[in-house]
């Protein structure tokens, strides 16, 4: 018993308990935060692969370490700032949809309550969606392709100058007409902003994901591609099949009926109702899926 109490009046005086400050909590919240959406990141990108990648490569150069390879090692010493560059180089279409990305969450307004009861008016009218809808189903009808892209936030203005200016107010007549065969405006894709039709002819970044389906052709990738770039909602009817897709937030939802589409363009109206109270918390509402049912 006495040579217990002496190992632990030896050993816990070593002992020291840091003086743990708030500022402290907060620091290790922020720096668990960031790890966390570097590791999702990560994984959600080509990143992923790229970093197994460097973990074979770090496993030789412990080997080399561990045996004394001077002539590896001396290469690796040289090659490292290099390494690092061409790591940024690759990864510079996922490190800017990253930083897009943050800039796109209103991290203010979502912890703090300054909605007020205000009315606000949507991004585009019923009108606009009906008219979205019936065009697009109208077409898969008879099999005519379409890519149609609903600007939400993120302005589409440099995609808007590769086409040609339309200007006019949104009809189901007016789309099913530009994307008419043998027409000058059908081949490219159609930019909607509010209820009108700004361009046409548009030319979109084509998506390199490598989960999409082989059998999906260019218009289909066009339309992933802008929806990871951007916040935009692509509306794509296949000219092969007649089936009716949506492309949003980089993912692809096949074969959508005319009530799933109509749903998610009303979600995207932004439309706020009157009595709307103030809120301290909001709710938070494999790149490939089929909505059949």
Not at 81 to 104: D, Y
Not at 211 to 228: D, F, M, P, W, Y
Not at 232 to 258: M, Q
Request: include cysteine.
């Amino acid at each position: 018993m006495e040579q217990m109490k002496e190992f632990i009046s030896k050993y816990l005086t070593l002992v020291h308990m840091p003086n743990v400050r708030w500022e402290d909590i907060a620091e290790i919240i922020i720096i668990s935060f960031l790890v966390y959406q570097i590791m999702v990141w990560i994984k959600n990108t080509r990143a992923w692969a790229l970093l197994k990648g460097v973990c074979v490569i770090m496993m030789f150069i412990l080997i080399a370490a561990f045996f004394h390879m001077t002539t590896i090692l001396w290469i690796v010493e040289n090659v490292l700032g290099l390494a690092v560059t061409a790591i940024i180089v690759v990864l510079q279409p996922e490190l800017r949809r990253a930083l897009e990305s943050l800039g796109q969450k209103n991290i203010i307004t979502t912890l703090l309550p300054f909605d007020t009861a205000k009315t606000v008016v949507g991004r585009f009218s019923d009108r606009t969606v009906n008219e979205i809808v019936k065009a697009s189903f109208e077409m898969g009808k008879v099999k005519t392709g379409a890519l149609i892209v609903i600007e939400q936030n993120v302005m589409l203005a440099e995609y808007e100058r590769t086409g040609i200016l339309v200007d006019a107010i949104v009809s189901s007549q007016l789309l099913i007409n530009i994307f008419e065969h043998n027409t000058p405006l059908h081949d490219g894709a159609v930019i909607i902003k509010g209820d009108r039709v700004t361009s046409a002819t548009c030319y979109l970044p084509l998506s390199d994901n490598m989960e999409l389906s082989k059998e999906l052709g260019t218009r289909h990738r066009a339309g992933v591609g802008i929806s990871e770039s951007t916040d935009a909602l692509t509306v794509i009817v296949s000219e092969e099949t007649g089936k009716v897709s949506i492309a949003y937030d980089g993912k692809l939802y096949r074969n959508v009926t005319a009530e799933a589409l109509k749903i998610k363009l009303t979600e995207l109206q932004n439309k706020q109702g009157e009595d709307k109270k103030y809120k301290l918390w909001k709710g938070r509402s494999k790149n490939e899926k089929d909505v059949d049912e």
